[in-house]
C-alpha cells in the first residue's frame, strides 16, 4: 500500500519569507512524487515532480521540492513567498509497481499573509 | 489546446435520482482518472480507466457508482440512487500514459455535486 501524510493543515507565514509544507510518504519500490496546486473552487494544477535524478526539483512559480530517500519526504520550498501563493497545497505519490493510481496527502493550506 | 473539460460544473440532484458527470480528457490523452473530495477533505482516488477499460476501480464504492470510458466520447462517472453523503467535489485528471508513472495528471475543473 501506499500513502503519504502532510503533517500540517495549515501553514502561514509572512509575505518575503521562505516556505515549506512538509510531505513523508509510504510506497513500495521506487516512488515517483508530485505537488499540486488548489485554488478556491477550481480544480489541480500540477507544480512539479520527482521521478529520479537530481533531488532537488524546480517546478512553477518559484516552487521547488526536495526529494530525501533516507527520511521519505519530499518537502515543498519557496525563499520567498508571495500572498498569492495562498492556496491548497496536495503532495501525491505513485509506485512504479502501481501505475496509474496516485495517492494523495490531505492537503495544506498555505496562508501567506502581507 | 484545451485542458480537461469536465460538465456539468455545478449538479443538483435530489436523493434518489441518478447523477452522470462527464469528463473529456486533454487532447492526446488516453487515461482518465476519476476523485472525490468531500468538504474539509483531501482528494480520494476512485477509479482509473483507459479507453473501453477499467485499469483499477479500488476505489469505488461498491453499489451505486459506475464509470467508463468508451472509444468514442467522454468518460462518464454514473452515480445511482444519490443519497446527501454523495455531496461532494468530483475531479476527473488525464494523462499521456499511466506505465512507469512518469507523467503528470492534468486536472479539470472539477463538478460539483449537491443532493438534496
Known amino acids: 500500500a501506499q500513502s503519504v501524510a502532510q503533517p500540517e493543515d495549515q501553514v502561514n507565514v509572512a509575505e518575503g519569507n521562505p516556505l515549506t509544507v512538509k510531505c513523508t510518504y509510504s510506497?513500495?519500490?521506487?516512488?515517483?512524487l508530485f505537488w499540486y496546486v488548489q485554488y478556491p473552487n477550481r480544480g489541480l494544477q500540477f507544480l512539479l515532480k520527482y521521478i529520479t535524478g537530481d533531488n532537488l526539483v524546480k517546478g512553477s512559480y518559484g516552487f521547488e521540492a526536495e526529494f530525501n530517500k533516507s527520511q521519505t519526504s519530499f518537502h515543498l520550498k519557496k525563499p520567498s513567498a508571495l500572498v498569492s501563493d495562498s492556496a491548497l497545497y496536495f503532495c501525491a505519490v505513485r509506485s512504479g509497481t502501481n501505475a496509474g493510481k496516485s495517492t494523495f496527502g490531505d492537503g495544506t493550506t498555505l496562508t501567506v499573509k502581507p | 489546446n484545451a485542458g480537461v473539460m469536465q460538465n456539468p460544473r455545478h449538479l443538483v440532484r435530489r436523493r434518489g435520482q441518478e447523477a452522470r458527470l462527464r469528463c473529456s480528457p486533454m487532447k492526446g490523452h488516453s487515461h482518465v482518472y476519476w476523485y472525490r473530495q468531500l468538504p474539509e477533505e483531501g482528494l480520494k482516488f476512485m477509479v482509473y480507466l483507459q479507453k473501453e477499460n477499467i485499469i483499477d476501480e479500488s476505489g469505488m464504492p461498491k453499489e451505486r457508482f459506475s464509470a467508463e470510458f468508451p472509444k468514442e466520447g467522454p468518460s462518464i462517472l454514473r452515480i445511482q440512487q444519490v443519497v446527501r453523503g454523495d455531496s461532494a467535489a468530483y475531479f476527473c485528471?488525464?494523462?499521456?500514459?499511466?506505465?512507469?508513472?512518469?507523467?503528470?495528471?492534468?486536472f479539470g475543473p472539477g463538478t460539483r455535486l449537491t443532493v438534496t
Open positions: 485528471a488525464s494523462s499521456l500514459t499511466a506505465e512507469r508513472g512518469v507523467y503528470e495528471q492534468y
Open positions: 510506497v513500495s519500490g521506487n516512488p515517483y
